[in-house]
């Protein structure tokens, strides 16, 4: 673009378009594609930066971006004119050429790189968005299926609740709790719940858990205050505890907590372990692998779920933003 410039407004002014040897302009066009795709990952990672700022920042960020090139363009024009390796043949008229043509077709490019990844990005969102959609029917019709055996079990409990002895309270008591789990499960559970509700049933859960436990077991529990009408997809912590009861060995303690940090929650479980304990590496159970895909369909971008096995302590974290 610069030497069609120089072709047009040189020679018909009879001025020496080419006084240099071919060598010079040959090397300084290399060094200008050179910079050119230096200068195109450049834009490229900045643009995947500011993508998500809001639009009153766009007019910043090409202000910023104009200065920018004014900046390294004449830096480079002047260090190559000094060095012998750009040809720099009329002094200020090549100067002000080059920054009055080649900015704004920097910018121009760069506006069309721009548009293009905000293109992309929202044909990528809308296709997670489909993909959550299909994702959350084909849970909702799965649910509705799973639903008939817990249905009949539930009245099943009632039957066998009434014919247990009144003195053996802890057969009554653990039949009381499986009920109030089946009942959250099948009446109570919409698409989400609040964080009170979910945690009564996780302190629900954890308790029937203990109720099968050897009495040597030491749980501790934490519970924030903070969590009250927050929403939330329900029993997503459930696996994480079946998992730590499951496995805890050794010294025989599991270790509950769960955390909001703003709109985040956070859910640590710690149990300890021994070698023989150990769940395998590399492998994980159906409800944790379960666990991942509804996560990544419910919370997609907004969670992260760390799992640490040791020789003698499991830990799992699991954090969401609401």
Same mark, same amino acid.
Request: net charge positive; hydrophobic share 40%.
């Given at each position: ?22 060598? *010079?302009?040959? /090397? ?9 795709? +230096? ?16 639009? *009153?920042?766009?007019?910043?960020? $090409?202000? %910023?971006? %104009? ?6 363009? !004449?830096?480079?024009?002047?260090? @190559? ?13 090549? $100067?002000?050429?080059?920054? +009055?043509?080649? #900015?704004?077709?920097?910018?121009? $490019? ?14 990528? /969102? ?21 639903? $008939? ?10 039957? #066998? ?23 959250? /499960? ?5 698409? %989400? ?8 049933? =996780? ?5 029937? *858990? *203990? ?26 912590? /459930?696996?994480?505890?079946? !998992?730590?009861?499951?496995? +805890? ?37 159906? @409800? ?17 779920? =760390?799992? %640490? ?14």
């Amino acid at each position: 673009m610069f030497n069609f410039i120089r072709l047009v407004t040189d020679l018909p002014r009879n001025d020496d378009f080419w006084p240099h040897s071919k060598i *010079q302009h040959i /090397q300084a066009l290399c060094i200008i594609i050179f910079f050119s795709y +230096v200068l195109d990952y450049r834009m490229r990672i900045t643009i995947a930066k500011k993508l998500s700022q809001p639009r *009153q920042y766009i007019f910043k960020e $090409y202000l %910023t971006l %104009t200065a920018v090139l004014f900046l390294v363009q !004449n830096l480079i024009m002047i260090i @190559g004119s000094l060095t012998g390796i750009l040809i720099i043949g009329n002094g200020i008229n090549d $100067y002000i050429i080059a920054n +009055v043509i080649c #900015i704004p077709m920097y910018l121009l $490019y760069y506006a069309i790189i721009r548009n293009d990844m905000i293109a992309a990005r929202y044909h990528e /969102q809308t296709l997670q968005l489909e993909k959550t959609k299909v994702g959350q029917l084909d849970m909702e019709l799965k649910f509705l299926k799973s639903q $008939y055996h817990p249905h009949f079990l539930f009245n099943a409990l009632n039957t #066998i609740y009434f014919q247990t002895e009144a003195g053996n309270t802890q057969a009554r008591t653990s039949i009381e709790l499986l009920s109030e789990l089946l009942r959250y /499960q099948l009446y109570d559970i919409q698409k %989400t719940v609040t964080l009170k509700q979910e945690m009564n049933y =996780t302190q629900a859960y954890i308790r029937l *858990q *203990q109720m099968r436990m050897s009495e040597r077991l030491q749980l501790t529990q934490f519970y924030d205050e903070g969590m009250d009408n927050q929403e939330i997809h329900p029993l997503l912590f /459930q696996p994480l505890i079946e !998992n730590a009861f499951k496995y +805890v060995s050794g010294e025989y303690w599991i270790n509950f907590r769960f955390e909001l940090n703003g709109n985040e929650v956070i859910f640590r479980v710690e149990n300890s372990l021994n070698w023989k304990g150990r769940p395998t590496k590399g492998k994980q159970g159906i @409800g944790i692998e379960n666990l991942k895909r509804r996560l990544n369909l419910l919370y997609p971008a907004r969670y992260q779920l =760390t799992i %640490t096995p040791a020789d003698d302590v499991f830990t799992a974290e699991l954090k969401i933003k609401l």
